[in-house]
Structures are given as structure tokens and as C-alpha cells.
T-cell receptor, first 113, second 110 residues
Framework: DADVTQTPRNRITKTGKRIMLECSQTKGHDRMYWYRQDPGLGLRLIYYSFDVKDINKGEISDGYSVSRQAQAKFSLSLESAIPNQTALYFC????????????FGPGTRLTVL | DAKTTQPNSMESNEEEPVHLPCNHSTISGTDYIHWYRQLPSQGPEYVIHGLTSNVNNRMASLAIAEDRKSSTLILHRATLRDAAVYYC???????????FGGGTRLMVKP
């Protein structure tokens, strides 16, 4: 079974709709992250959480919010989706080791029409 | 964060070695050099990391210049499965937030 799972894997929605992307992990890691990837580009950090009570904005947090419901769950919400939020979204986890290896989920492909 | 420069793309023949370069001239003394790769339709995966000394693991080798302003990821025998985008990421361990640039798209020819 995958250690980091994301649901849904694909989603098509309309402008103005509220969308929630979910991430679950069985690795027991404290740190979780949300990234987005636009076609042909690298990943950009949206939000990250170092433990259940900690939430931090990343490089591109505008238009997004997150919730850390438990150590194993980190959700990303788009309160009112817009077309330029069409992208691939990846969740990742890590422990604060000396070399910071992050483990990524399979991604959610979101299309906003 | 240190700025990185990588070739947009590289091509290799199967079973030949591949050297993927990365320039990170503004790297700080505490930054590790991480390499990740992203296979088609997948999330990124860790490949290797290093600080000053050259490093080897089962996936690859990492050669770090003495001045640390550049590094090279070495795949000793490329396979078709190694076709991916390779990202070089300088990052201090305390920050734990990776900044992905454009990476190098490696194509492997049979």
C-alpha cells in the first residue's frame, strides 16, 4: 500500500466552486506539505505544517487554505476555484532528519473550467 | 534560497553513463545539495544528497565541486526507467522546504 495517498486523483470543477483535496500518510511523519505543479514547470510550495498545531504559508498560498486534522491528514481547500488554479497538486511528508528527504503522493490533477 | 542552473534537457543511450550538471554558485555553507527526480505521471522521489564529499547510493553518485558551486549527478548505467526530470535543490536541513526549479529532462534512448 502507498505510504502517501491523495484523493481524488482527478477532479474537474467549475469556477467558483469550493474544492477540497485530501492527503493521508501512514509513514508517521510530523511534517506535511502541499505543492502545485504547472505544465513544464517545477513544484511550488503552497502550505506546510510541521505538526498538528502548526500551519505555515508557502510561496503561493493566496486562494488556498489548509487544515491539519491529525498527524496523518492534511487537506487543501480552494474556497472559490478559478481557472488558473488548474494544475497538478502534490502532497508530501517528511521527518526533520539531517537530510530532509520528502516523500510525495501520486498527485491530484485538478481542472477548473 | 540558492539559485540553480540546470540544462533544460539531456539525452542518453541506454546502459551508458549520464552526467547531469547543476550550478549553484550562491549556495550557502550550510546548504545540502539534494537531487530528486520525477518520473512521468508521478510525484518526485528522492535520489541522493550531499554536503561536501562525493556520495554514492544504489541509485546514483553525486560529485560535488570543491568550492561547492556546482555538482553533478551520475547515473552509472542509464535505463529506460531513468527517463525523468531531475531536480537539483540546495537546501539547509533546518528549513525542510524544497524549492524546485525547472530541472533537467533526461531522455534515454534504447
Amino acid at each position: 500500500d502507498a505510504d502517501v495517498t491523495q484523493t481524488p486523483r482527478n477532479r474537474i470543477t467549475k469556477t467558483g466552486k469550493r474544492i477540497m483535496l485530501e492527503c493521508s500518510q501512514t509513514k508517521g511523519h510530523d511534517r506535511m506539505y502541499w505543492y502545485r505543479q504547472d505544465p513544464g514547470l517545477g513544484l511550488r510550495l503552497i502550505y506546510y505544517s510541521f505538526d498538528v498545531k502548526d500551519i505555515n504559508k508557502g510561496e503561493i498560498s493566496d486562494g488556498y487554505s489548509v487544515s491539519r486534522q491529525a498527524q496523518a491528514k492534511f487537506s487543501l481547500s480552494l474556497e472559490s476555484a478559478i481557472p488558473n488554479q488548474t494544475a497538478l497538486y502534490f502532497c508530501a511528508t517528511s521527518e526533520p532528519t539531517s537530510y530532509n528527504e520528502q516523500f510525495f503522493g501520486p498527485g491530484t490533477r485538478l481542472t477548473v473550467l | 534560497d540558492a539559485k540553480t542552473t540546470q540544462p533544460n534537457s539531456m539525452e542518453s543511450n541506454e546502459e551508458e553513463p549520464v552526467h547531469l550538471p547543476c550550478n549553484h554558485s550562491t549556495i550557502s555553507g550550510t546548504d545540502y545539495i539534494h537531487w530528486y527526480r520525477q518520473l512521468p505521471s508521478q510525484g518526485p522521489e528522492y535520489v541522493i544528497h550531499g554536503l561536501t564529499s562525493n556520495v554514492n547510493n544504489r541509485m546514483a553518485s553525486l560529485a560535488i565541486a570543491e568550492d561547492r558551486k556546482s555538482s553533478t549527478l551520475i547515473l552509472h548505467r542509464a535505463t529506460l526507467r531513468d527517463a525523468a526530470v531531475y531536480y537539483c535543490i540546495p537546501n539547509e536541513n533546518a528549513g525542510n522546504m524544497l524549492t524546485f526549479g525547472g530541472g533537467t529532462r533526461l531522455m534515454v534512448k534504447p
